[in-house]
């Protein structure tokens, strides 16, 4: 690390001030840089620690997206954030969380640029079929009557904020879009995650159970691709049918040319040709 960078990038203390939540961010740990903030917070989640424990970094070296696959989260330009769950949820509801988050997600992005997003099944974040953010959500859950209090979601939030086009590799220029090159200008960081941290708090740790149809409805309406002939790949299996709704833990729900219905907790969705 340079002696510059050293310095650190934002004041927990100072962020903390701005952050009126409830519950998120009451214990906030700032790096300037870290491997993965997802790892470092499910350390801590299974040493005990709190519901709302968030976790920014200015840079990650070793970012994750889904099935092992590189998030880049270069230094200076991007919001890398873990926050802590415990969800006091039957289990057959964990599976909504992540399709939740998405769209505060979303609706807090539309709020800080005026740009309207898109979310991809279950928890991508598009503008114009380029991504803007990626979550990534770990869970260790254990039947509620056995040990609840060992029970947690991590969600890594990872926002492009500040890149311009020329910052993201070649591979994923095209498909890799920031709030700076939406709006055409800069975006303050700390306004940006206070925005956010904000409406996440909001929306999830109070009364999560009664307001997930509600957070589900939302979702819907942020979704082109419902409705329409999807393709998901799953497990190495191609499969085409039209993409008919999401169920109450939000899965994808796919009606298949033959009539049947098939239900999926994960894939990768694209449109069918
Ligand atoms: C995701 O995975 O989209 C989840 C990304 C989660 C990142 C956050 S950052 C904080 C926390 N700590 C972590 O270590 N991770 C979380 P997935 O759906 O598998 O998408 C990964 C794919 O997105 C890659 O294979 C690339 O194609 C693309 N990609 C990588 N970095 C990107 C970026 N900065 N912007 C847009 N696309 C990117």
Known sequence: MSRKSEKPFWD?????AQLQTAVLGKRLIVFNRI????????????????????????????GRGRLGRQWQSPPNVGLWLSFLVRPELPLELIGALPLTIAVVVAESLSAICGEIFSVKWP???????????????????APMENSPQQNYIVTGIGINVNQQTNDFSPEWRTRAVSLAM?????????KVFVELVQRLDENLFENLREYIP????????????????IRLHYLRENVTGVFEDIGAAGEL?????????????????SIAK
């Open 182 to 190: 939406l709006a055409e200008r800069p975006f303050d960081r700390q």
């Open 123 to 141: 928890n991508d974040i598009l503008w114009r079929q380029r991504k803007i953010c990626g979550i990534l959500c770990e869970a260790q859950i």
């Open 12 to 16: 927990p203390d100072e962020l903390k």
């Open 214 to 229: 509600l957070l589900l409805s939302r979702w819907r309406s942020f979704c082109p691709e419902l409705g329409k002939r």
């Open 253 to 269: 729900i796919l009606r298949m040319s033959d009539g049947q219905r098939r239900i999926f907790s994960a894939g990768e969705v």
């Open 35 to 62: 491997t993965s903030t997802n790892d470092f917070l499910k350390r801590l989640a299974r040493r005990g620690a709190e519901a709302g424990t968030l976790v920014l970094a200015d840079q990650q070296t070793a």
